[in-house]
C-alpha cells in the first residue's frame, strides 16, 4: 500500500471555524490532491499540486484554500467552515510516469468532516 | 472536456451472477481509463486500468476493455462474490490535461448469498 495518511481521520466542527486537514506521503511523489466525496456527486477535485508550492484550483476550490511547504505535505484549508462543506475528504497522489502511460492515483483512508 | 459517465445504481446481484457495470468517457486527448473500488470506511483502491485502445485490464476476477470507437470501458465479472459488495467508480486521466484525474459519480454493487 501506498504511504498515504490523513488527519485527523474524524472532525465535528463549528460553522464560521478554520479547518485545516492534512495529508502526508512517504512515497515522495510529485502530484498531491484533495477531493471530496459526497452522495450522488462522486469524487470532485477541490485543489491540486504538481510540486512544491505549485498548486491549482478543481472544480469545487471556492471555501477552501491549500499549501504545500514540503514534498511530503499537503494541507487543505477551510477558512470558514460551512454546513455545505460537511463530506468526506480524500487525499490522493500520482507519479508523472512515461509519456506513453499514465501512473494511478493512490488514495487515503479519508477524512470525515462534520460541520454544526 | 474530459467527463465520465456510469450507470446509476444500487445494482444488487445474487452470488456467482454475471456482472456488468457500464462506463462510457469524453475526452479531449488519449486517455487512461480506470476502475477503482471503494469499501465502506475506506478509500478509493485501484481495480484495474487500461492505457491505450483495446487494451484489457484485468485483476481478480473484473475486466474491462478500452474501446475507442465506442468511447466505453464497461467493468465485468463472470461470477461474484460477496465479498465484491462495494461502490465501483469509474475514472480517466488524460495527457492533454497534466496528471489530473476525472471521476464517475460511482455505482454501489451489493451481492447476496
Known amino acids: 500500500d501506498a504511504g498515504i495518511t490523513q488527519s485527523p481521520r474524524h472532525k465535528v466542527t463549528e460553522t464560521g471555524t478554520p479547518v485545516t486537514l492534512r495529508c502526508h506521503q512517504t512515497e515522495n511523489h510529485r502530484y498531491m490532491y484533495w477531493y471530496r466525496q459526497d452522495p450522488g456527486h462522486g469524487l470532485r477535485l477541490i485543489h491540486y499540486s504538481y510540486g512544491v508550492k505549485d498548486t491549482d484550483k478543481g472544480e469545487v476550490s471556492d471555501g477552501y484554500s491549500v499549501s504545500r511547504s514540503k514534498t511530503e505535505d499537503f494541507l487543505l484549508t477551510l477558512e470558514s467552515a460551512t454546513s455545505s462543506q460537511t463530506s468526506v475528504y480524500f487525499c490522493?497522489?500520482?507519479?508523472?510516469?512515461?509519456?506513453?502511460?499514465?501512473?494511478?492515483?493512490?488514495f487515503g483512508p479519508g477524512t470525515r468532516l462534520t460541520v454544526l | 472536456g474530459n467527463s465520465v459517465t456510469q450507470m446509476e445504481g444500487p445494482v444488487t446481484l445474487s452470488e456467482e451472477a454475471f456482472l456488468t457495470i457500464n462506463c462510457t468517457y469524453t475526452?479531449?486527448?488519449?486517455?487512461?481509463l480506470f476502475w477503482y473500488v471503494q469499501y465502506p470506511g475506506e478509500g478509493l483502491q485501484l481495480l484495474l486500468k487500461?492505457?491505450?485502445?483495446?487494451d484489457k485490464g484485468s485483476n481478480k476476477g473484473f475486466e474491462a476493455t478500452y474501446r475507442k470507437e465506442t468511447t466505453s470501458f464497461h467493468l465485468e465479472k463472470g461470477s461474484v462474490q460477496v465479498s465484491d459488495s462495494a461502490v465501483y467508480f469509474c475514472?480517466?486521466?488524460?495527457?492533454?490535461?497534466?496528471?489530473?484525474?476525472?471521476f464517475g459519480t460511482g455505482t454501489s454493487l451489493t451481492v447476496i448469498p
Open positions: 475526452a479531449t486527448g488519449y486517455p487512461s
Open positions: 487500461a492505457t491505450k485502445a483495446d
Open positions: 475514472a480517466l486521466s488524460d495527457r492533454s490535461t497534466g496528471n489530473q484525474f476525472y
Open positions: 490522493a497522489i500520482s507519479e508523472w510516469g512515461d509519456r506513453s502511460t499514465y501512473n494511478e492515483q493512490f
